[in-house]
């Protein structure tokens, strides 16, 4: 950028420096800009999950608190089953990012090397197709089976989001992955079970570790299977904030504690592992639901 | 035909194996294709089977043919849901398109903290909906949310966000376009760092200003990025649902109502499965439409 070989405009150095001095503040002028709004409305979650109702409540308002009181976070846990929603919203995400990826990576490498388009472009359109319209048909055979009631049903349905995305990413990497090294271990006498398991998958660590956290997060923010299959005892942690919201509660401390505790972890997730998070999103343009 | 004839004569000696192989990879697709048969295949063929039914749950079912399509042209609720929907998705993809784009521009700037900056950014699509739509409820509030307090201290009037008809859809979008532009920048992003560096040198030699360069240099070559990104934006907006759902619920009144909370109301309220199931029949044709004509207008550009 700051080697231009042909100066024009006959300007002194110090006005280049000058130029270019103003051309740095309006870049960083712009990433504020562009940051500021995500930064704030999350640093408003934290600030209402750390006041008092009454700081909460009042106008103007008060916007760093004084002192900061973490009872917020104490009352979602003693007025709810925070834990049993916790434990719940672990074994769903883990189980449905886990069977996915039993599934998924296999069958990303079988399209990836049969070039079975036909069979990625049917994972496209479950990628566009509504989530509720897989629920109406699903919830009335979940009825029919009688597993409602239990995680089961809950763990089926985030299959639907989990599975694309992980076969979807997998067949990409497996395509760019070299067919040379695959070929010498076949005319090594290899089986291509083999092929897959010891020298195509360990290449495709990184494509695979992509999928997981993707697969992962988004099966951990669903929230429209839960909202419908989820009773009381099995709820998710969104819906179980959903809930909290509209029929235990209306107070904004606790409200907010709670929201702040179900996005934690995925926001963690994000700062840690944002690179391959942005690999894969720039990939596929994958997103669940 | 020079390519192909090249790659032809130097795999002379594969074509045989590669057939043979092509076969065997079949057992590594079944398992996955047992769950994609269960989870969606299936639920596309009931729903089929569903929409042509009289079927609520609890009751009969009996067969009734088209009746619950020639039921949704004479329901008004679902004209303006789809109406609704429209006018959602339209502000919905145009807004994030354009913030997005300029994002992806200056992310593609280096800078010192790029990468911190560009991880606050994407924090809103990888945050769960239903937290932030929580917070934004609150924000929203007329009396005591922080936005009417920042717009009256800047002499702003304030605005009633979802709490009246007028504004809610635009306040939504709001928060779609919160949420969603940061994806575009990331798809747009890896436009950019793909381009050849070539066109700029030749621009800059020829003195042309930033605007002259992002304008015809620029934009043209990351084209076929930036509609990727609106389809996919197009489809996401189209199946907007959390975040309606909890800040307004299709309120006040069915003001918000797009299609896909009317479905939910329908199937899940009233359990009236039947025209629920033909809601979503037409709800994937109108998404498979809209894809079908971002792509067009992609095609289109590409060969002119």
């Keep these: ?82 834990l049993q929603y916790t434990l719940n919203s672990i074994i769903v995400s883990f189980s449905g990012t886990g069977a996915a990826l039993l599934i998924g990576v296999p069958a990303g490498y079988g399209i990836a090397k049969a070039k079975a388009t036909r069979a990625a472009l049917l994972i496209l359109i479950a990628r566009i197709t509504p989530g509720l319209s897989y629920l109406i048909p699903l919830f009335l055979l979940f009825q029919w089976l009688e597993i409602t009631g239990t995680l089961l049903p809950i763990v089926i349905t985030h299959l639907v989001i989990t599975v694309p995305i992980v076969v979807w990413i997998m067949i990409g990497f497996f395509e760019g992955l070299p067919p040379e090294l ?100 720039t990939a596929g343009g994958v997103k669940g639901g | 035909m020079g390519t192909t004839l090249s790659a032809g004569t130097r795999a002379v000696a594969k074509p045989a194996r590669r057939r043979n192989y092509a076969r065997q990879y079949w057992p590594f697709i079944v398992p996955a294709g047992v769950v994609v048969f269960a989870v969606i295949l299936f639920p596309w063929l009931f729903t089929l089977f569903m929409s042509v039914h009289d079927w609520h749950i609890g009751g009969d079912r009996t067969f009734i043919g088209l009746h619950n399509y020639g039921r949704m042209l004479a329901d008004e609720r679902f004209g303006w849901a789809v109406l609704r929907t429209l006018y959602f998705t339209a502000l919905s993809v145009v807004l994030p398109m354009v913030l997005g784009v300029a994002a992806a521009v200056v992310f593609h700037r280096n800078f010192p903290g790029r990468g911190l900056a560009r991880t606050l950014f994407i924090m809103p699509m990888m945050a769960t909906p239903v937290a932030i739509a929580l917070v934004w409820t609150m924000m929203f509030h007329p009396q005591l949310g922080v936005l009417n307090y920042l717009l009256t201290s800047m002499g702003l009037p304030p605005s009633a966000w979802v709490y009246e008809s007028g504004t809610v859809i635009p306040t939504l979008v709001m928060v779609e376009t919160w949420q969603w532009t940061p994806l575009v920048m990331l798809i747009v992003l890896g436009g950019l760092a793909s381009l050849p560096t070539d066109p ?54 069915t003001a918000s109502e797009t ?42 550009d590409a060969l002119s």
């Design chain 2, 259 to 300: 299609l896909n909370i009317l479905l939910y109301l329908q199937a899940f309220s009233f359990y009236d499965m039947g025209y629920a199931s033909a809601i979503v029949v037409v709800f994937f044709i109108l998404i498979l439409l809209v894809t079908m004509l971002l792509l067009h207008f992609r095609q289109r």
């Design chain 1, 1 to 82: 950028m700051s080697t231009v070989p042909i100066s024009r405009r006959r300007s002194t150095p110090v006005k280049r420096r000058m130029r270019r001095v103003f051309g740095r503040m309006g870049l960083y002028a712009c990433v504020c800009v562009l940051v500021s709004p995500a930064l704030l409305v999350f640093l408003w979650m934290l600030s209402l999950s750390l006041k008092t109702e009454v700081d909460n409540t009042a106008f103007p308002p008060v916007f760093i608190p004084q002192p900061p009181t973490l009872a917020n976070f104490a009352e979602v846990f003693r007025k709810n089953d925070f």
């Design chain 2, 200 to 253: 700029y040198e030749a621009a800059v030699l020829d003195g042309a200003n930033l605007w002259q360069i992002f304008r015809h240099v620029t934009l043209p070559l990351v084209w076929p990025f930036i509609m990727v990104a609106a389809v996919i934006r197009g489809i996401d907006a189209l199946k907007a649902f959390d975040t309606i759902f909890v800040i307004s619920n299709g309120g006040p009144g």
């Design chain 1, 182 to 281: 695959e070929e010498a271990a076949l005319v090594d006498g290899a089986t291509i079970w083999q092929a897959f398991r010891y020298v195509a998958m360990p290449l495709a660590r990184p494509g695979i570790t992509v999928a997981t956290i993707l697969a992962f997060i988004f099966s951990w923010n669903n929230f429209i299977f839960g909202i419908v299959l989820a009773g009381r005892e099995t709820r998710t942690l969104p819906v179980a904030v959903y809930n909290v919201l509209t029929f235990e509660q209306v107070s904004w401390g606790p409200l907010a504690a709670a929201a702040l505790m179900v996005t934690l972890p995925v926001l963690l997730l994000t700062l840690l592992m944002q690179k391959e998070i942005v690999a894969g999103l």
